[in-house]
């Protein structure tokens, strides 16, 4: 059974044509971000409203799926928004196996020398997962050890590490 954690709520219309504005908790920002359905509590049930399209900055601005009226979108004004907790982006600390090859793609910073270069692939070792990428010409292989990483952007796609100095000239 799904677990809904609590990310925001549906502050008001915004519009006739059933688009509504949200004040989405900030430690859930990236998440709502990439998601494509929301979850409201209507009569007991978690009902799914999924995202057709959405702007904004701060307080986005959603237009949900066969929500096509401002009278439609009143029912949900004041409501708590939900996401599944399996649809939340991993922590740092607690990435597993599937969560690390998210990150294909994803630019790979470092804190001391920049831009390292765009993880290619992930490969998984014993113990460890590693990061293949393109760096100044010649493939190199970092770990990607939650102790080096420091952050992830996933609006940006951008993995922030802080590598121990000579790493990659191995």
Do not use: C
């Not at 430690?27 to 007991?44: M, N, P, Q, S």
């Not at 293949?132 to 102790?147: A, W």
């Amino acid at each position: 059974m799904d677990k809904y954690i609590p990310i925001g709520r549906v502050s008001k219309t915004h519009g006739v044509d059933g688009a509504v504005k949200l004040k989405i908790k900030e430690r859930y920002w990236d998440d709502f971000a990439e998601a494509k359905i929301l979850f409201v509590e209507l009569v007991g049930k978690t009902v799914p409203y999924f995202i057709e399209e959405f702007r904004g900055g701060h307080d986005p601005i959603v237009k949900f799926e066969d929500l096509n009226s401002r009278e439609a979108a009143q029912a949900l004004g004041g409501k708590e928004l939900f996401m599944r907790e399996s649809d939340l982006l991993p922590e740092i600390n607690t990435v597993n196996v599937e969560q690390y090859e998210r990150f294909e793609g994803y630019l790979l910073v470092d804190q001391e020398l920049g831009n390292l270069g765009i993880i290619e692939e992930i490969v998984e070792s014993p113990g460890q997962h590693l990061a293949m990428l393109d760096y100044q010409g010649r493939e190199v292989v970092v770990p990607l050890n939650p102790v080096f990483i420091q952050s992830v952007d996933h609006k940006e796609k951008k993995v922030q590490v802080d590598l121990p100095e000579g790493l990659l000239d191995l």
